[in-house]
């Protein structure tokens, strides 16, 4: 059995059973779009990992994939060999919620893993968790505000989520050098996350 022909994974955990058909969303092999993918799972409420080449033999690290808890992934860290099986392993890392990194190929611990073009891989797994910032500015006046959250709330931003944009930006909007707008910024975030300011 070839490493692409694992597509079905049914295993217990130590909280969960669960089986699921790994399967390509989509071809994609930007970042952009890969983390694109993961970041639309964290909004709409599922679990996400990322896997990252982190070592090649042979080529760059740097290729990466999402994948989601039902199973769905894009993007590439092979030339196809192992994504199915980096599916599976990511979805152990969602379930567990412990990091890891495998590696496929020369110098795995895996002896029915062979990468066909004999080189091998290293891919860093880690579970992407959904983080609310506690605070989200953006330079520009008033009336640039008022133009953004029009932009934004065509596309379904809720007003609950552009009011929780501080703009503009700082406890002195009207700084011009590059100084004082640092120092408005850099106090601003400090009051907002000491409770004691915020527009």
Known sequence: MSITDITYQCEFTDSAYFCLKFRQAFLADDSETIL?????????GMAA????????????????????EDGLYCGFVSGGCVEATAAHEAMQVIFSGTDRTVIYGDGSPY?????PCGGGIALSIHKLRAARPFYIGALGSHRTHCQRVQKLSEPGWSRAETDRINAPIGIFPKARDAHSLALSVLADVAACRSGTGGK
């Open 36 to 44: 694109r993918f993961a970041a639309e799972a964290l909004t709409a």
């Open 49 to 68: 990992a990322l896997v990252t080449l982190v070592a090649i033999r042979g080529g760059p690290p740097g290729a990466q994939m999402a994948v989601r």
């Open 111 to 115: 002896f029915d893993i062979t990468l």
